[in-house]
């Protein structure tokens, strides 16, 4: 495959601003918190990466390597709108897009009539820096999360998603956790059900159909982002490893895969590794909702498909 094409689902505050002031780190009180609705994975070794032609050589997709994870617990879904709004309420926590004033939207989402302002992203004209969207209005002012309670929580960061899961007494996921997890117990499949994308027509993740970007035909059911347990999980119980919002992890991105690994607030442009692919992913442009693809995002960039979810040591 051609390396020339960067993600359709990605982009970076970092591009978009060459300079921008930001606050320092926020003091969260961490809660213990118990593994409802998330399992217990045994860890072991397996088979990292792909040597696949379909890979992008360039995100260190490759080479296929054998490592090793210790057991750990992991959500067996996003984390949602509901489960954000309280951690907001129990902290009073105010995300990076909020100190921004800003986040980025797809312009299928922005009505003709938005009573704010907003700018296009010349190399990502999909993508519009839209006032005021932030986690709780979407899509800017006028839009809300009244009725998507069950969906991802979006326009959340890097340091966002550490906040959150270090009050709730979790962690980000290590990459190679992330995609131990996202495999499902399936050796060097494309995908985390198989290798098929739609076996016997049928739809295992949330990505876009049609032509991108113009054009969604929604055969999966969705324009957009769809509740946090939508199809079928993985062998592990995992949904929608594959699609519908990207997955911040713990990890500098390399490519080598051995970039390093925090845990706390982190300042500058440092891209995190993002897994996991977005409802806006198409064969055509980024391919990179299979299980070995990678991307990744300054750390306080945020858009309308990034998400995460949390692991717990045993």
């Known amino acids: 495959m051609e390396d020339k094409k960067p993600s359709c689902c990605q982009v970076s505050r970092q591009?978009?601003?060459?300079?921008?002031?930001?606050?320092?780190?926020?003091?969260?009180?961490?809660?213990?918190?118990?593994?409802?609705?998330?399992?217990?994975?045994?860890?072991?070794?397996?088979?990292?990466?792909?040597?696949?032609?379909?890979?992008?050589?360039?995100?260190?997709?490759?080479?296929?390597?054998?490592?090793?994870?210790?057991?750990?617990?992991?959500?067996?879904?996003?984390?949602?709108?509901?489960?954000?709004?309280?951690?907001?309420?129990?902290?009073?926590?105010?995300?990076?897009?909020?100190?921004?004033?800003?986040?980025?939207?797809?312009?299928?989402?922005?009505?003709?009539?938005?009573?704010?302002?907003?700018?296009?992203?010349?190399?990502?004209?999909?993508?519009?820096?839209t006032e005021q969207a932030y986690w709780y209005q979407p899509e800017g002012l006028g839009s809300s999360i009244e009725d998507r309670l069950d969906y991802p929580v979006i326009h959340v960061s890097w340091n966002d998603a550490v906040a959150y899961s270090k009050w709730a007494g979790k962690r980000l996921p290590t990459e190679k956790e992330w995609e131990y997890a996202a495999r499902g117990g399936l050796e060097q499949k494309k995908f985390p059900w198989g290798d098929e994308l739609t076996p016997n027509g049928d739809h295992y993740c949330n990505i876009w159909q049609g032509e991108f970007p113009k054009h969604n035909t929604k055969d999966d059911g969705y324009v957009g982002i769809a509740p946090a347990e939508s199809f079928p999980p993985n062998g592990y119980g995992l949904y929608n490893v594959s699609g519908n919002v990207w997955e911040w992890c713990a990890d500098t991105f390399e490519i080598d895969r051995n970039g390093k690994i925090d845990q706390d607030f982190v300042k500058g442009n440092i891209s995190k590794v993002m897994r996991g692919g977005s409802y806006l992913c198409h064969k055509s442009y980024c391919n990179r909702y299979r299980v070995a693809a990678r991307s990744s995002n300054t750390v306080e960039s945020s858009s309308g498909n990034i998400g995460f979810r949390c692991v717990k040591d045993v």
């Open 15 to 129: 591009d978009f601003l060459s300079s921008q002031n930001k606050e320092g780190n926020q003091t969260i009180n961490e809660k213990v918190s118990g593994v409802d609705n998330m399992v217990l994975l045994d860890g072991g070794e397996f088979l990292m990466g792909t040597d696949d032609d379909e890979g992008f050589k360039t995100d260190g997709e490759g080479p296929v390597q054998k490592v090793k994870v210790s057991p750990f617990y992991i959500d067996i879904q996003a984390v949602t709108n509901q489960q954000f709004k309280e951690f907001v309420d129990d902290t009073g926590y105010k995300t990076e897009s909020e100190q921004y004033g800003w986040s980025f939207v797809f312009y299928q989402f922005i009505p003709k009539d938005f009573p704010g302002k907003l700018q296009q992203v010349p190399q990502t004209p999909w993508w519009f820096a």
